[in-house]
T-cell receptor
């Protein structure tokens, strides 16, 4: 069966520091991968998605970037964090564009 | 782009009652509508989904209905239990259509509280 892993689970970073969040999927090949952010409150906002190695699409302009160096690895990065980058970051995968998305456990990021 | 509106934002019911959450969407090309349940501090979990070629789908106490003409879909939970308390999200997607790549647009969520 397929599983998705995200780490770290929680992270506290100072303003201006770099960021690297990692997501990996097991048990499937060539998944679609997605990064979402959930601000305190509720809604999920799509940040990036990828349909293959090296293929990244951004949904909103922001201080973040994403990379997919391997088939089942998706990384969310920032060179300099802002206070507004705080939130709950969720990675998701699907087997194909017409298949359901399944979420990882998320990373709770606090910026001080 | 797609816009999904979800109502109500909070819903409080007594154990055993039914709960209904409604969503409307704007993109007539959307054809896939999942519902997620998110407990406090945890990941959203898919509980049921429906595609545009059917009008209703049921899984035990949970059902979803879709009205493509009116562009709205609803989640129905019967015989609610305290463990149903969570935030529920609807979402819409064009699936594999065009350059959609399965992107989901989420509603803002409904906090459901089931009182024992």
């Amino acid at each position: 069966s397929q599983t998705i892993h995200q780490w770290p689970a929680t992270l506290v970073q100072p303003v201006g520091s770099p960021l690297s969040l990692e997501c990996t999927v097991e048990g499937t090949s060539n998944p679609n991968l997605y990064w979402y952010r959930q601000a305190a409150g509720r809604g999920l906002q799509l940040l990036f998605y990828s349909v293959g190695i090296g293929q990244i699409s951004s949904e909103v302009p922001q201080n973040l970037s994403a990379s997919r160096p391997q088939d089942r690895q998706f990384i969310l990065s920032s060179k300099k964090l802002l206070l507004s980058d705080s939130g709950f970051y969720l990675c998701a995968w699907s087997g194909a564009s017409n298949q359901p998305q399944h979420f990882g456990d998320g990373t709770r990021l606090s910026i001080l | 782009g797609e816009n999904v509106e979800q109502h109500p934002s909070t819903l409080s019911v007594q154990e055993g009652d039914s709960a209904v959450i409604k969503c409307t969407y704007s993109d007539s090309a959307s054809n896939y509508f999942p519902w997620y349940k998110q407990e406090l501090g945890k990941r959203p979990q898919l509980i049921i989904d429906i595609r545009s070629n059917v009008g209703e789908k049921k899984d035990q106490r949970i059902a979803v209905t879709l009205n493509k003409t009116a562009k709205h879909f609803s989640l129905h939970i019967t015989e609610t239990q305290p463990e149903d308390s969570a935030v529920y999200f609807c979402a819409a997607s064009r699936g594999a259509g065009g350059t959609s790549y399965g992107k989901l647009t989420f509603g803002q969520g409904t906090i459901l509280t089931v009182h024992p």
